[in-house]
């Protein structure tokens, strides 16, 4: 198929394009270029790629393409408190704004990325797709309210799929050092300790990013019927961890010892996810990944790449640190947008 994958060069996009053009699919990137330069080891492209804020797409632009897998959005939780309105704006409008042109567009097949993260505080049982929304943070609402716009637009002609990823991680040509795998892992790498940043009680959903793109695959290559304007709880049932046993698992296959950040505390989002149905309904999805195999290779990956403490814990790999940065230097405004006549054009 001809796809085109938004955010192409961030950090699950850097490695699912490869690996669509790995199973044989033509692949174009459409990515606003705010992590320029923020590379972790060497980027591999897409076939073809532009640069545009998924708030200007027009029809034309994405005329032709059998498939959007739309990656492209602020990616977790402490971007989306810095400003929620941008948040709201680029997520929920500006995904639903990309649906829409994709149909005005005949795309037929829209993959959204999601997350669990929508279901929030969700208590002890573990959560199904049909299970309640509780998101505690913007960015949860923000995947909410992009899943209900883009639903609507479903008919026919237009077929949404909505992947709700568990915790992503693992090595990219794009490292975040932002979240909880990634972040134990780099900290024990660069000072020696793996420091817990609340108690370590809450439990998390965790799948590492090629095992995402597998999820991705299966859904852009399954019938028609068999997923339409469905939504796909993406990880397996025993990588629904503690993030203490995370930490163990790092101390131990660095041989660190586990601390705690001053201030550390229970944290608000705490939630079990039940991936039951994409195993049965997507067979083709079939997990690679362990945590344990994914420390290794952040391991591996930051020995060879020779990982700095000031890199991994600045603006290069922290998304809320190079977000500020892009901002106090005016290359973005408060909207998140390339500020005129800077804006980037095809």
Known sequence: MRVLVTGDRGYIGAVLVPFFRDHGHDVVGLDAGWYEGCDFGPMLDADGSFQRDIRDVRPPEIEGFDAIVHL?????????????????????????????????????????????????????????????????????????????????????????????????????????????????????????????????????????????????????????????NQAFNVGRDEDVVQIRDVANQVSEALGCPVTFADGASPDKRDYRVDFTKIGRVLPAFQPQWTVAQGIRELAADMAQFGLRTEDFEGPRFVRLARIRQLLADGRLDDELRIPSPQRATR
């Open 72 to 228: 492209a959005a602020i990616s977790n939780d402490p971007m989306g408190d810095l400003n929620p309105n941008a948040t709201y704006s680029v997520n929920a409008d500006g995904a639903i704004h990309l649906a829409e042109m994709a149909k005005i567009a005949g795309v037929h097949r829209f993959l959204f990325s999601s997350s669990c993260s929508l279901y929030g505080a969700a208590g002890d049982a573990p959560v199904a797709e049909d299970g309640a929304f509780n998101p505690v943070t913007p960015y949860g609402e923000s995947k909410v309210r992009a899943e209900i716009g883009i639903g609507k637009l479903a008919d026919d002609s237009f077929s949404p799929v909505y992947l709700r990823n568990a915790t992503a991680y693992g090595s990219s040509p794009r490292l975040r050092a932002d979240i909880v795998v990634n972040n134990l892992t780099g900290t024990a790498f660069t000072r020696g300790e793996v420091r817990l940043q609340s108690d370590g009680s809450p439990w998390r959903p965790l799948v590492h990013i090629e095992d995402i793109a597998r999820a991705f695959l299966a859904a852009l290559e399954a019938p028609r019927e068999t997923i339409h």
